[in-house]
DNA sequence: CATTTTTAAGTAGCATACAATTAAATCGTA
DNA sequence: TACGATTTAATTGTATGCTACTTAAAAATG
């Protein structure tokens, strides 16, 4: 029963502030997962996409995660140099750099196959209201992306 | 109607990815509304508590943002030379820095009001499909939280 | 009262994110 | 076919976040 506030800069009333938060602490809770893998979580998410349908060029990763060249490249390199993935030129369009697994990254994925369950244990929460979260999450990105559609370009 | 996968790791049921592309993507609807008042979204959270309870310890800001000193230190020391908030050694206790509002920061509030309604606008969700969702992270954040504390230490 | 422990900020180093720019390859079209 | 426009990555520079460590001050303890 907490009095609702008339302020609308409160910080409890920001839905980015809980946003952000959220993801933070959800993020602290992969961390100590994640590491002895040897991955930070956006590097998880990579993981995650060519585990689905390597190989894949460096746009598609980046439309897939929603990422830039200038976040994934460097991030690519990361874990080209632990080994995971292999960076090559495309042969048809040589623009595009096709990011392919190695053995090692492929046999990563039995490990990662522990995460999901982990976090879900972890925190505590129910599958069903897991679920409505990243329902109303999906509805909040697909809002977002009509706004950044829409708006007006300089 | 999409066809539900079996596949525990597939991006598109993992709530964490969900929960860090909203952010990031409600982000980008901040950034050109907060531009022009030279703040970047962590920054106009910071004034957001200062606002509401003017003037705080670093620690207490972060406890308030769930920030650490590392993360406030630069952000504050940038708050600073925009010249928005002053820092001082506390007297009381002299390992605390005090922030306190400039005059310039207190009025830079004014055009703070217009920033939620605008966020709203943008998003063209209802609030209280907003509110649902505001209530639903800070469910999450909780679970988080209680996950943090049971960690062992190492 | 002196020493140890704890606490509050800050610093150093690393890994994202993002804006702006660059470089190279491809495409479209005259 | 030549050439300007577009596309794909990468690079540069700035601002978070986080871990580990440092410094200084206050608190606790013998």
Request: proline share 8%.
């Amino acid at each position: 029963m907490t009095k609702p506030t008339e302020d609308p800069l409160a910080l409890e009333r920001q839905v980015c502030f809980a946003l952000v938060v959220a993801a933070r602490s959800v993020l602290s809770i992969y961390r100590p997962l994640l590491e002895p893998m040897g991955l930070t979580h956006p590097q998880y998410l990579v993981m995650l996409a060519l585990w689905a349908d390597a190989p894949l060029s460096v746009g598609e990763i980046g439309t897939m995660l929603q990422l830039d060249s200038p976040t994934l490249s460097p991030l690519l390199k990361r874990l080209e140099s632990a080994g995971f993935i292999i960076r090559r030129r495309s042969d048809v369009d040589e623009r595009q750099v096709i990011v392919e697994l190695t053995p090692q990254g492929r046999d990563l994925r039995e490990q990662a196959l522990r995460i999901p369950p982990a976090v879900v244990a972890r925190l505590g929460m129910s599958i069903p209201d897991l679920e409505a979260l990243r329902e109303s999450l999906t509805q909040v990105i697909a809002a977002s992306r009509r706004a950044d559609a829409s708006e007006p370009t300089s």
